[in-house]
């Protein structure tokens, strides 16, 4: 349903994306690896609108959207939750996600108010810290936050990067099992860019590998955990120069 | 070769297109009040050149070192005053009146500099306004020193070679006055104070990771800046014999500042350029007298849009395929490294080394060694602290506790600027090049922090560009180059030092295959050569190529170290990167 | 009560209301700093020109003196809106150093345009409740409360109010306060951003002008008028914390007691300087003001 084609993207003069492909289908969890530098967040970006490509085209249901600006991305249903969090320091937990529904047109005091009863049942943390400012919650509850805001937006897919970055090993767990949890419960369609390779691919269905700006691996995610190439494109190890 | 011809050679290589402006500039300086004769003329020639002069002031703060200043207005009027009430009230002579005047602005304006230490940006605009409110403020009300609003007349003119009495004379006066420190501000922007300045104005943080101690050059060019105005104030008050505080006023500072703009604020000859265009603009637009200030507020605001770099910028955008670079001098030595110590000791000795931001713990008791001679690689994942850990190293952080060593000596505390003249050299993740700067000025001010007269900084800067390649394009902007090569200049800037130690933020990123087997290359001819290499990366082939030993952080924490083969294969390091498996298996 | 007493009774009353004043024109910059990072420095000229947005209205073209304020505040919507077009737009990728000096321009411009249609002899107008020249109020405990400083109070605290409500119970004023936050993530999320920008351009720009149609009755309206009040509202913000809102009310009001009683007791000829001199000590001592955090680079 949602499909990136050979898309090269560039920070000035610098390649950052040279003709990277993927597909997403509806209801799948696939992930996005790779070493730091790799393009990860580049790709996700040029999904969301913050960046265009130069050549090639990302399709949302067989559309182009890859001229589009974030604004018009996200009314068509594609959720960006960005890395480092960024949610509203000066705003409440129950403002922030408020703001989630700011893609919807035509959202009434019930609509919103049944979203967010529903989520918080994933989220319990957050029920329980509905009014607190964004900036008091500790890095976890801010990454539960910035995820249940990206959902009040009741989005096709979910684009979440580099969700677990920055926390201590026993909250990754918590966003993995939310990650399942969504996708589960809700079939929401979610591309995951992570570092954490071992617990993205124990999630996802399918999962693609980045190295240098090009996808270098892909499949499903059984065969990628055994994979010991996974295991270079993030060590470096045997490979010389190419 | 004959002496003649050698000689000739010599003065043409020496003669720069800003030589040929000076000539010029002196010839205009004899004609015009010879084609003005009038005493109307010639007092607009005298508000031009006194104008210009504060103009100039402004050049060397704004323009050259990018801080704003909206006071100076207040030096020309502490120069102006100093020179009224001397010459009629104490009857002193003009020249020592000046001297005191000149005094006077000194304290001033390092005063106002030294507000620069602790603020910038928009407060420091506040600062040099409330200063240049304050003084009108005084200048107003304490009528029994300054007059008052009705001020000072009678003012007395210089004692020079031909008594100046005639407007058309002390128009001479004034005009040279102002060559003389229009060619003094072109002068500075090629001196090694002029490249501190303008490394400022480009990126303050770079410039001072590089040697150049931003503290001190940011209040020398307040005092300069507050020096010349007072000149030029100085100037004015003796050319038209009479000064009210009306002339010294906010709105007159922001026409400097307007003036410079609209000229071309880091050009000596654009600033004259707008400070003329002002003076006589209200006599070209007579008949529009009452909306031609409307029409020059427009005109900044246009010309802040589109042409930034003021009229003077177009002018030198044509100019440039005329200009002929300055000579660089033939590399006769190939590069040095720092050479002080001994083989086997310890270059950086880092103990329990703690970085706490509020509650995040980005460097969490870290310790390691650095021996000379070696290549040592610090890596981890992203967030695991390693940037953290150099901006700690240059002085760029303070650590919340811990202990640094460099050359036997604790640097916690000292200045980024002290630390790189000891020796440390650095490049940054996400570069830092001085963009307005060619490659050439980029690595001059690199060089300067070893000291040494200009001749030698020039040969170290030449030698840094001859090694790693880019002699040929010295006289580029940076923003021409390629990736590839920026990231050499940065390189070589950092190396024109002669650096004890380079510490290396992920010189790899952004590079292609290619560009990284040619660093390799590199930082192996420098190890060669002696000298000790921390590098930052994440690219764990390069690192596996070039690194001896290697430090891994994870979370802020050393996880393991060894040499890099060792550490590659740890299981713990395996784990950081790929994430728990263990922790995995349990969801 | 003693006359000193109602003596401090007095000053307080009238620092507090041309503190208002300040506070209006400080809030306006704090709502265009906290959405665009920019410093306005022609904010005083907006509380300039609505003062003579009305006095064209109503002595001019003889309007209702009510009928003239309403419209007097859709100009100044205009004038707004206008100035995010041509003056932040195009500089709103640019570094803060072009933004200040082409608002400098800006109010250069203004300045001096309302000299030329206005000329340079000041306009008197009327206050709210009386008539021109007279200044009507009520005797109590031996302060004049005049009429026009109260009207003054009423509406800054009515604004402050009615401002703190929109921010915090309504959608509007929620996306307005995230995107000032955050502006990219802002986008992401589907806030149309550039509409939120120049809805707070609009609204600074209203609040200055209103506080200009609100004082000009008390001072003479000159095309100078709104010079030191927009370099002593701006200092109002540093001290109270600059890109803070409590902070610049607290400022604005603090500020205009200070004068106040300064000019009284210590001298009223440096009236103007002792808001500057309260802000470099600040500047000085502790920058980031009363309700300001601490500002450092990232390397």
Redo the contacts between chains.
Sequence with gaps: MFEIRDIQVSYGSVTALRGVSLEVQRGEIVCLLGANGAGKSTTLRTVSGLLHPLQGEVLLDGRPIHRLSPEAIVKRGISHVPEGRRIFPGLTVRENMVLGTSNRSGVTREDREADMAKIFKIFPDLDRMKRALGWTLSGGQQQMLAIARGLMARPQILLMDEPSLGLAPILVQEVFRVIKEINAAGGTTILLVEQNATMALHVSHRGYVMETGCIVLQGPAKDLLQNPQVRDAYLGGSKGPS | MTPETSFQAYALRRLKPGHLALVLGAVVVVFLPLLFPSRYAANLLILGASWGIATLGLVIVLGYT?Q?SLAQAAFYGIGAYAIALGTTMVGLNWWLALVLGLFAATLAGAGLGS?TL??G???L???T???Q??YT?ITT?WVAVTGGPDGISNIKRPPFLVPLTSAQRYAWFALGALLLVAGLVWWLRDTALGRAMRAIRENE?AAEALGVDTRRVKVTAFTLSAVIGALGGAIYASGYLYISPDSFN?DHA?SF??MA?VGGSASPLGSILGAGLLAYLPEWLRDLK??Y??I??????LV??FM?EGLWGYVKLMGRRFARPAAIPPTHRAMQVGSRGTAGEEVLRVENLFKHFG?LKAVDGVDFTIIRGEIHALIG???SGK?TCI?LLSG??VPTSGRIHFLGRDIVGLRPSRIACDGMARS?QNLRLFRELTVWENVLVGAQRAGGSEAEVEKRAAAALEFVGLRNKAHETCLNL??GHQKLLELARALAGQPEILLLD?PG??L???E??ELIQLLKRLNEMGLTILIVD???????QVAMRATVLN?GKKIAEGTADQV?RHPA??EA?????E??L?? | MTESMSMVGQLLFAGLSIGGVYALVALGFVMIFRATNVVNFAQGEFAMLGAYALVALWQGLKLDYFMAILLAMVIMAVVGLLFEITIYYPLRNRTFLPVIIATIGASIMFQNGALAVFGPSPEKVRPVFGTEGGASGVTLGGVFFDFQYLVILVVTALLVGLQYIFFEYTLLGKKMQATSQDKDMARLLGIPVVFMIALTFIYSSLLGGLSGMLVAPIFFVTHKMGATLGLKAFAATICGGFGDVRGAILGGLALGVIESFGAAYISAVYKDGFSFLVLIVFLLLRPQGIFGEKVAEKA
């Design positions: 990018g704003i507000t602790k603020i940006g928009h407060y605009a506040m600062v306004i409330c200063f409110i304050i403020l009300n943080l906010f922001v500042l307007a703009l009452r909306i200030l409307v020059y507020g427009c005109a900044i605001i802040i849009v930034p509650g994942p992203n967030g940037t901006n760029l952080y940054f390629p990736y992920e990123a952004g292609n295959q290619t990284k087997q994440h690219d764990m082939s390069l690192v596996s979370f590659l390091v395996v990167y790929l994430g728990d498996r922790v995995a349990g969801v």
